[in-house]
């Protein structure tokens, strides 16, 4: 099953092709927000098209998909969801190649909704509403939100669609860059100034691509060093990404202790915003390195040699 985290999401596709290369084909496929997006693709049959796609965004591209309006949120996403709707040419989610269920959060109860009917696009466009960000969904009667706010990396739903193994992407691990919002004080060792940074290394024991390396890291190529303080007043854009990031982090750590997955991979993603989809090809890469370094425990928890 595969979490959520807006632009983040681009590493389900890493997951998914390494999983694939493995010989390990899912049998049913879940997904929040961003992950319902790619899961539905997946399903669809068309994840090279979406790798393709994704790999050949522009920021100038991704900022003319992004329609600005004032209404409902602040963008209106029609145009990039009429891009999927094309892809999708109609299709229910019962025609999809393999059993597929979106995410998404009633607005006015909060209670998490189980899409596994109905149109795809629909389903799709409820679940990566992201409030404020994008505009609300009316169905059934209720008006939809991203599935995030309620269950953002949907373990339960898996297991509710009978799945014997769940193998879950999260993509919110480290997207606070080890701030710990828990209550939690977390003493940082001083730094030796003659001593030279250490390198940031990714799972893989590979270093950070400069551009997806975490904000401290990004100060001097692939070298971790103390970020420093400011006092300039954070972006309206920039407070709603972090605020939305520490909710991600929050209830995805809850949702987790609660409903464990059997195998959870945890891509590292913390060097990239959510709005940075035009940065596929290192989310795509650590997608890919995250699920390797997992195919010893997935191999051993499916019985495969």
């Given at each position: 099953?595969?979490?959520g ?29 961003i ?8 399903a ?10 994704v790999s ?6 991704v900022?003319r998909l ?11 996403g029609r145009?990039?969801i ?9 299709r229910?989610?019962a ?26 696009v629909?389903?799709?466009r ?43 992407v999260?993509l919110?691990n ?34 950070w691509?400069r551009?997806?390396a ?8 692939d070298?971790r060093?103390?970020?420093a303080?400011?006092?300039?007043v ?8 972090q605020?939305i990031?520490i ?21 590292r993603?913390?060097?990239m ?14 997608g890919?390195?995250?699920v ?9 928890r499916?019985?495969?040699e």
């Open positions: 099953m595969l979490g985290g807006a632009a983040r999401g681009w590493a389900h596709i890493g997951a998914i092709r390494a999983l694939l290369e493995a010989g390990i084909k899912p049998d049913v496929v879940c997904g929040t927000s992950g319902a997006l790619v899961g539905a693709v997946y669809n049959g068309d994840l090279d098209w979406l790798e393709e796609w050949k965004l522009t920021w100038q591209t900022v992004l329609d600005l309006r004032f209404s409902g949120g602040l963008l209106g145009k990039v009429q891009l999927f709707a094309d892809k999708f040419d109609g229910s989610i025609q999809l190649n393999m059993p597929f269920a979106a995410v998404a959060t009633e607005l006015d109860s909060g209670r998490e909704s189980w899409l596994q009917d109905g149109s795809v629909d389903a799709v409820a679940s990566i509403a992201i409030p404020g960000i994008f505009t609300p969904v009316f169905h059934n009667g209720v008006w939809l939100v991203d599935g995030g706010l309620s269950n953002p990396v949907p373990v339960s739903v898996a297991r509710g669609m009978r799945a014997d193994c769940v193998i879950a999260d919110n480290d997207i606070l860059n080890g701030r710990d919002f828990g209550g939690a004080a977390v003493d940082t060792p001083a730094l030796d100034p003659g001593a030279p940074p250490p390198v940031a290394l990714r799972r893989n024991g590979k270093p691509p551009w997806l975490p904000a401290e890291a990004r100060a001097s190529d070298v060093v103390a970020p303080p400011s006092a300039r954070p972006s309206m854009l920039s407070s709603i990404a605020s990031d909710m991600q982090v929050r209830i995805s750590r809850s949702r987790l202790a609660g409903e464990p997955a059997d195998i959870l991979i945890q891509p993603l913390g060097g915003g959510i709005f940075d989809f035009h940065r596929a090809g290192p989310a795509i890469e650590e890919r390195a995250a390797e370094v997992m195919l010893p425990a997935i191999r051993a499916l019985g495969i």
